[in-house]
């Protein structure tokens, strides 16, 4: 059974820092993708970045970059999400999800996903 848990979540000052986790269980995700969505109150879940487990490549949704930097640790099967410069319209839930099969290019919508985890809540106050 695949197992993705979400943590590192907060409430922080906006200007601040948090790094979130993210950790899989239940099968390799080694030739895959994770990806990182973040939904806020009232609106759509939002894509925010995906990372290739295999060779660390990285894509950003252009409202994050700069900002927050998705990294992966193999031998420990996780990833996080690093977010620096918190600004109060990050605040949400952030979710990490992965695919049941990886086809070699990268997806945007929450729908191409197939696991997701439960999600770490991020606030940050102004």
């Known amino acids: 059974q695949v197992q993705l848990v979400e943590s590192g979540g907060g409430l922080v000052q906006a200007g601040g820092s948090l790094r979130l986790s993210c950790a899989a269980s239940?099968?390799?995700?080694?030739?895959?993708?994770m990806a990182w969505f973040r939904q806020a109150p009232g609106k759509e879940r939002e894509f925010v970045g995906v990372?290739?487990?295999?060779?660390?490549?990285?894509y950003y949704a252009d409202s994050v970059k700069g900002r927050f930097t998705i990294s992966r640790d193999n031998a420990k099967d996780t990833v996080y999400l690093q977010i620096n410069s918190l600004k109060p319209e990050d605040t949400a839930v952030y979710y990490c999800a992965a695919r049941k099969s990886y086809a070699g290019i990268y997806y945007y919508t929450p729908r191409e996903y197939d696991y997701w985890g439960q999600g770490t809540q991020v606030t940050v106050s102004s």
């Open positions: 239940g099968r390799t995700f080694s030739n895959n993708i």
């Open positions: 990372i290739t487990w295999s060779s660390g490549s990285t």
